[in-house]
Protein backbone atom coordinates (compact mmCIF):
# COMPACT_ATOMS: atom_id res chain seq x y z
CA UNK A 1 0.00 0.00 0.00
CA UNK A 2 1.55 3.09 -0.91
CA UNK A 3 2.77 5.47 1.53
CA UNK A 4 0.68 8.72 2.97
CA UNK A 5 4.17 10.78 2.79
CA UNK A 6 3.63 9.89 -1.02
CA UNK A 7 0.26 11.27 -1.66
CA UNK A 8 1.47 14.47 0.52
CA UNK A 9 3.67 15.10 -2.10
CA UNK A 10 0.97 14.92 -4.66
CA UNK A 11 -0.79 17.50 -3.37
CA UNK A 12 0.26 21.01 -4.97
CA UNK A 13 0.58 19.19 -8.31
CA UNK A 14 -2.77 18.55 -7.67
CA UNK A 15 -3.60 22.25 -6.82
CA UNK A 16 -1.79 23.23 -10.01
CA UNK A 17 -3.96 20.95 -12.29
CA UNK A 18 -7.42 21.69 -10.06
CA UNK A 19 -6.61 25.59 -10.98
CA UNK A 20 -6.12 25.05 -14.39
CA UNK A 21 -8.86 23.48 -14.69
CA UNK A 22 -11.34 26.11 -12.36
CA UNK A 23 -9.66 29.17 -12.62
CA UNK A 24 -10.70 30.02 -9.33
CA UNK A 25 -8.34 29.16 -5.73
CA UNK A 26 -11.64 28.07 -3.88
CA UNK A 27 -12.82 25.90 -5.80
CA UNK A 28 -9.72 24.39 -6.83
CA UNK A 29 -9.08 23.80 -3.46
CA UNK A 30 -12.41 21.97 -2.80
CA UNK A 31 -11.44 19.80 -5.89
CA UNK A 32 -8.24 18.57 -4.74
CA UNK A 33 -9.99 18.03 -1.39
CA UNK A 34 -12.61 15.88 -2.86
CA UNK A 35 -9.88 14.49 -4.51
CA UNK A 36 -7.90 13.50 -1.59
CA UNK A 37 -10.85 12.38 0.42
CA UNK A 38 -11.47 10.03 -2.38
CA UNK A 39 -8.22 8.59 -2.57
CA UNK A 40 -7.60 8.16 0.84
CA UNK A 41 -11.09 5.88 0.82
CA UNK A 42 -9.70 3.76 -1.84
CA UNK A 43 -5.73 3.73 -0.97
CA UNK A 44 -5.76 0.16 -0.31
CA UNK A 45 -6.76 -0.48 -4.01
CA UNK A 46 -3.29 1.19 -5.40
CA UNK A 47 -0.48 -1.43 -5.91
CA UNK A 48 2.46 0.39 -6.20
CA UNK A 49 4.07 4.30 -5.28
CA UNK A 50 4.36 4.43 -9.02
CA UNK A 51 0.51 3.97 -10.14
CA UNK A 52 -0.42 6.20 -7.49
CA UNK A 53 0.00 9.97 -9.03
CA UNK A 54 -1.51 9.13 -12.12
CA UNK A 55 -4.29 7.53 -10.20
CA UNK A 56 -4.55 10.39 -8.37
CA UNK A 57 -5.13 12.74 -11.21
CA UNK A 58 -7.97 10.38 -12.79
CA UNK A 59 -9.76 10.52 -9.47
CA UNK A 60 -9.61 14.63 -10.16
CA UNK A 61 -10.15 14.95 -13.75
CA UNK A 62 -13.56 12.29 -12.93
CA UNK A 63 -14.71 14.67 -10.16
CA UNK A 64 -13.98 17.62 -12.42
CA UNK A 65 -15.99 16.13 -15.08
CA UNK A 66 -19.19 14.87 -13.01
CA UNK A 67 -18.67 18.26 -11.62
CA UNK A 68 -19.46 19.87 -15.17
CA UNK A 69 -21.87 17.37 -16.07
CA UNK A 70 -23.87 18.83 -13.39
CA UNK A 71 -23.82 22.35 -13.47
CA UNK A 72 -23.72 22.64 -17.07
CA UNK A 73 -21.38 26.01 -16.97
CA UNK A 74 -17.74 26.45 -17.99
CA UNK A 75 -15.34 28.32 -15.88
CA UNK A 76 -14.05 31.18 -17.15
CA UNK A 77 -10.84 33.18 -16.33
CA UNK A 78 -10.11 36.57 -17.74
CA UNK A 79 -6.91 37.71 -18.56
CA UNK A 80 -6.63 40.13 -15.03
CA UNK A 81 -7.24 36.85 -13.36
CA UNK A 82 -4.42 34.63 -14.89
CA UNK A 83 -2.01 37.94 -13.55
CA UNK A 84 -3.22 38.07 -10.41
CA UNK A 85 -2.22 34.31 -9.96
CA UNK A 86 1.52 34.53 -10.42
CA UNK A 87 2.99 34.89 -6.62
CA UNK A 88 6.52 35.99 -7.63
CA UNK A 89 6.66 39.16 -10.14
CA UNK A 90 8.65 38.36 -13.15
CA UNK A 91 11.03 40.68 -15.06
CA UNK A 92 9.51 42.97 -17.55
CA UNK A 93 9.94 40.47 -20.52
CA UNK A 94 9.60 37.31 -18.54
CA UNK A 95 6.29 39.14 -17.33
CA UNK A 96 4.81 39.97 -20.20
CA UNK A 97 5.57 36.67 -21.75
CA UNK A 98 3.74 34.94 -18.96
CA UNK A 99 0.76 36.61 -19.33
CA UNK A 100 0.89 35.75 -23.06
CA UNK A 101 1.50 32.32 -22.34
CA UNK A 102 -1.42 32.27 -19.48
CA UNK A 103 -3.95 33.78 -22.08
CA UNK A 104 -3.23 31.74 -24.77
CA UNK A 105 -4.20 28.45 -21.99
CA UNK A 106 -6.90 30.64 -21.04
CA UNK A 107 -8.24 30.46 -25.01
CA UNK A 108 -7.57 26.78 -25.34
CA UNK A 109 -10.09 24.38 -25.37
CA UNK A 110 -10.64 22.66 -22.16
CA UNK A 111 -9.80 19.31 -23.73
CA UNK A 112 -6.36 20.57 -25.54
CA UNK A 113 -5.54 22.57 -21.78
CA UNK A 114 -5.77 19.42 -20.22
CA UNK A 115 -3.95 17.13 -22.08
CA UNK A 116 -0.82 20.52 -22.13
CA UNK A 117 -1.19 20.70 -18.68
CA UNK A 118 -0.79 16.92 -18.00
CA UNK A 119 1.99 16.17 -19.99
CA UNK A 120 3.85 19.48 -20.53
CA UNK A 121 3.48 20.86 -16.87
CA UNK A 122 2.86 17.58 -15.02
CA UNK A 123 5.45 15.22 -16.81
CA UNK A 124 2.88 12.54 -17.40
CA UNK A 125 3.80 10.26 -20.41
CA UNK A 126 1.46 10.53 -23.43
CA UNK A 127 -0.16 6.50 -21.70
CA UNK A 128 -0.98 7.56 -18.64
CA UNK A 129 -2.65 11.13 -19.73
CA UNK A 130 -4.73 8.66 -21.85
CA UNK A 131 -5.41 6.25 -19.31
CA UNK A 132 -6.24 9.51 -16.80
CA UNK A 133 -8.77 10.97 -19.55
CA UNK A 134 -10.46 7.74 -21.00
CA UNK A 135 -9.29 8.37 -24.52
CA UNK A 136 -6.65 6.94 -26.58
CA UNK A 137 -3.15 7.72 -26.90
CA UNK A 138 -3.36 8.97 -30.68
CA UNK A 139 -6.08 11.34 -29.30
CA UNK A 140 -3.75 12.69 -26.50
CA UNK A 141 -0.94 13.49 -29.30
CA UNK A 142 -3.56 15.27 -31.50
CA UNK A 143 -4.96 17.36 -28.81
CA UNK A 144 -1.64 18.22 -27.23
CA UNK A 145 -0.05 18.88 -30.88
CA UNK A 146 -3.50 20.86 -31.49
CA UNK A 147 -2.73 22.83 -28.13
CA UNK A 148 1.06 23.94 -28.82
CA UNK A 149 0.32 25.17 -32.20
CA UNK A 150 -2.76 27.31 -30.53
CA UNK A 151 -0.71 28.26 -27.99
CA UNK A 152 2.67 29.03 -30.36
CA UNK A 153 0.49 31.15 -32.25
CA UNK A 154 -1.45 32.92 -29.91
CA UNK A 155 2.31 33.79 -28.42
CA UNK A 156 3.75 35.05 -31.83
CA UNK A 157 0.59 37.17 -32.66
CA UNK A 158 -1.06 35.19 -34.91
CA UNK A 159 -4.87 34.99 -35.49
CA UNK A 160 -6.50 32.69 -34.05
CA UNK A 161 -9.34 30.95 -35.20
CA UNK A 162 -12.77 31.01 -34.53
CA UNK A 163 -13.83 27.90 -33.21
CA UNK A 164 -17.49 26.78 -33.53
CA UNK A 165 -18.98 23.67 -31.88
CA UNK A 166 -22.02 21.82 -33.62
CA UNK A 167 -24.90 21.08 -31.43
Not at 82 to 98: K, L, W, Y
Not at 100 to 126: K, N, S, T
Request: net charge neutral; with cysteine.
Amino acid sequence: MPALATLEENIPSLRRYAWSLLRNASDADDLVQDCLVRALDKIGTVRSEGQLRPWLFAIMHNLYINRWRRTKVRAEVSAEDADAEVSVPPAQQAGTEMRDVMRGLAELPPDQRQVILLVAVEGFEYAEVAGMLGIPIGTVMSRLSRARDRLRDFVEGRPQPVLRRVK
